[in-house]
Each structure stands twice: as C-alpha cells, then as structure tokens.
C-alpha cells in the first residue's frame, strides 16, 4: 500500500515506476494526472490520490489533456484516441451508436475496451465527463442554466436529475 506522502513524491519526481499504480486528481482543476505528468505539480493540499481513473472520474475529475491518463501508451486505438480527444475539447458532444458507426467505430468494441480498461461503458464515461466538467463550471461560480445548456443538457430538471444520480445532491 502506498502511503500520500511517497505517492506525492513520485509525483513531483515524474517516477515512471509509479505509471499504473495512482492517478493524482488536483482539487483546484478538477483534472486528474498520471505520475509522470509534464504539466507543473500542484501542492500538496490540493490533491487527492485514486487507484484506478474509474474513482477519479466517479468522483468528479476529468481527465488531463497533457497526459492523457485514459490512454494507455501503445495500447489505445488511434479511434479511441481522436474520439477522447473531441470529447476532451468539448464536453457537450455526445457520440451515440448511430454516431460513431457513422464515424466506422463498432460501438460494442468501444464498450468492451472501456469496461476493461476503466471499469465503465463509453456511455457512462461521456456522461460523467459532461457532468465532471459542470460540476467544475459550477464551482468556478457560473450559473446553473448557463452550465445546463453549456455542456449539451436540453433541460434543467434533466440536467439536475443527472447531477443527483452522481453527487448526492440536488441543484436546486
Ligand atoms: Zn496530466
């Protein structure tokens, strides 16, 4: 079991051994980081520390765009790579089984390789990230139906409902 500090440590330090073994969200972002990440180290206070991306995301984080911690080097489809990335540009896209057969993606691989490498379906992983990334909105003080609309909901009782399912607790 790796305690905080030695988890800090390997942090600040980019320890490649450490690669598989944490993922570092920062409080302050909303963001979480592989160890060896090239983007600056936050401070001690403002990371929280996850086995596995699964936890970072269930627990409102999104993932880094300079690390990429959803990918994993030399095992992630070029496919899965471009969609992550679109997703990661703009959090209100939602790519359904009739989107991505349009794009040439067999929806079930998806599927498969999420739930085997991040514990949950694409699905369910574009609709944290739409929340994680209101969550972060709403926090930096935007209001409640600007964020709504902003991140693709079509209405606030939906958007609250969702909200709901994942924190715990309502919007309004
Ligand atoms: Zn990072």
């Known amino acids: 079991m790796l305690s905080e500090a030695q988890m800090y440590k390997a942090l600040v330090a980019k320890d490649v051994s450490f690669e598989g073994s944490f993922f570092a ?3 302050t972002t909303g963001i979480f980081c592989r160890p060896t990440c090239r983007a600056r180290k936050p401070k001690k206070e403002n990371v929280e520390f996850y086995k596995t991306t699964r936890e970072a995301i269930l627990h409102g984080y999104r993932p880094c765009k300079v690390c990429n ?18 997703l990661g540009s703009d ?12 794009k040439g993606v067999d929806p079930s691989k998806i599927r ?3 739930l085997q490498h991040h514990g ?4 369910a992983y574009q609709r944290m990230h739409r929340i994680n990334s ?6 930096d003080g ?5 964020t709504a609309f902003d991140v693709g909901y079509e209405s606030l009782s939906g958007f609250n409902d ?3 399912s994942i924190f715990g607790v309502s919007l309004f």
């Open 112 to 114: 498969r390789w999420f």
């Open 120 to 123: 949950i379906t694409f699905h």
């Open 25 to 27: 969200a920062v409080k």
């Open 134 to 139: 209101a969550f972060k909105k709403i926090r």
């Open 162 to 164: 969702s909200f709901k």
């Open 91 to 102: 959090p209100s896209l939602k790519f359904k089984d009739w989107d991505l057969r349009q």
């Open 142 to 146: 935007m209001d409640i139906t600007n």
């Open 69 to 86: 911690p959803l990918e994993l080097p030399n095992q992630t489809p070029e496919y899965i790579k471009l969609l992550l990335h679109e």
